[in-house]
């Protein structure tokens, strides 16, 4: 059974700077793309960025120049770090990661359960 668990969210304010992870374990073949998404109450879950198995990273526009998502193979685990944080950063974060669990089936989603990142004006 594979798992995806983040960790470090928590209260920050304005301007300040927060560093998540996500660690995926389990038996598992291949990792591909994994994500960070957020999601506010009543809103729908969105992209933040995302990065491939090589290594090629993207990003929402939003957190452009303030987020870097970065990738630990040798760890199964992402990280996401958060500088210049602004109250519409606020949000449930969740990992996201397209896993095959045998050679030669396609991936399938896997989430986390979420971490709260709360940025105080």
């Known amino acids: 059974q594979v798992q995806l668990v983040e960790s470090g969210g928590g209260l920050v304010q304005s301007g300040g700077s927060l560093r998540l992870s996500c660690a995926a374990s389990?038996?598992?073949?291949?990792?591909?793309?994994m994500n960070w998404f957020r999601q506010v109450p009543g809103n729908q879950r969105e992209l933040v960025a995302s990065?491939?198995?090589?290594?090629?990273?993207d990003y929402a526009q939003s957190v452009k120049g303030r987020f870097t998502i970065s990738r630990d193979n040798a760890k199964n685990t992402i990280y996401l770090q958060m500088n210049s944080l602004k109250p519409e950063d606020t949000a449930v974060y969740y990992c996201?990661?397209?896993?095959?669990?045998?050679?030669?089936?396609?991936?399938?989603?896997?989430w986390g359960q979420g971490t709260q990142v709360t940025v105080s004006s």
């Open positions: 996201n990661a397209e896993i095959t669990t045998f050679v030669l089936t396609l991936p399938k989603d896997y």
């Open positions: 389990g038996t598992f073949f291949s990792i591909y793309t």
């Open positions: 990065i491939t198995n090589d290594g090629t990273a």
